[in-house]
């Protein structure tokens, strides 16, 4: 299966490569360091740390995706040598594992220790990971159709996922719905609740869907027009 082999193949470019390692260290660390700044009170959030959890979690995805996009644009000669329906299928798996993975990753330690007195709502947080995760690699797969090279591509995420998002709640309402579609901070709610997104209402998954459905459809199109350019 396509999967399987995308996930072999990310594996082994991630064992495989010192930026990688880079990141998985800095998403490990990231809670310990944000708590040594909380006990010397360097840190200027009144929130509480549960709070910082979730928007740790939320900067994780945005890097893990931007890292699975430079990987599959990179390995994008292998990819051109299948049908596009396993393409779709394997850049949204990449994208999707990449997220995912190192969400867990930066979740690892403060889950081990448990937010010292607070436990942490196992579901919600699994939930929440997944959610984002899908959201980031329909996004993702819609921007890897793009002609721009690698970098460009990564830059794109947190921009459609987290700043234009952000820009667009701010402006006319005709804007707003574009934003929603787009925007995966809300994913990331704190704090959890039964009605949060995370938890698999229908309406939450609609843009999930939307967005594949336009990268299918480009897709199918470019497979029908050879003369086009590769995707």
């Given at each position: 299966m396509i999967e399987r082999a995308t996930l072999r193949w990310f594996s082994t470019m991630a064992l495989r490569s010192p930026i990688a390692w880079v990141i998985a260290a800095c998403a490990g660390a990231a809670w310990p360091v944000f708590t040594v700044l909380l006990?010397?009170?360097?840190?200027?959030?009144?929130?509480?740390?549960?709070?910082?959890?979730?928007?740790?979690?939320f900067v994780a995805s945005l890097v893990g995706a931007s890292l699975?996009?430079?990987?599959?644009?990179?390995?994008?000669?292998?990819?051109?040598?299948?049908?596009?329906?396993?393409?779709?299928?394997a850049e949204f798996t990449g994208v999707a594992t990449g997220s995912f993975a190192l969400i867990l990753l930066a979740w690892f330690l403060p889950g081990l220790l448990s937010l010292g007195e607070e436990s942490l709502p196992v579901a919600h947080m699994l939930a929440t990971a997944t959610k984002a995760s899908l959201h980031l690699a329909a996004i993702s797969v819609c921007v890897l159709a793009l002609p721009f090279?690698?970098?460009?591509?990564?830059?794109?995420?947190?921009?459609?996922?987290?700043?234009?998002?952000?820009?667009?709640?701010?402006?006319?309402?005709?804007?707003?719905?574009?934003?929603q579609c787009l925007q995966i901070a809300g994913d990331f709610q704190f704090p959890w609740t039964e009605e949060s997104p995370a938890f698999g209402r229908l309406g939450s998954s609609l843009p999930i869907l939307g967005l594949c459905l336009l990268r299918l459809a480009e897709a199918t199109r470019r497979a029908f027009h050879p003369c086009a350019t590769p995707s």
């Open positions: 006990s010397l009170g360097i840190t200027t959030s009144t929130r509480p740390p549960a709070a910082a959890l979730y928007e740790i979690g699975a996009v430079v990987t599959l644009t990179q390995g994008s000669w292998w990819l051109a040598r299948t049908t596009p329906m396993r393409r779709f299928r090279n690698a970098l460009v591509r990564a830059a794109l995420i947190p921009l459609l996922a987290w700043f234009i998002p952000s820009l667009l709640a701010q402006g006319p309402s005709s804007l707003v719905g574009i934003g």
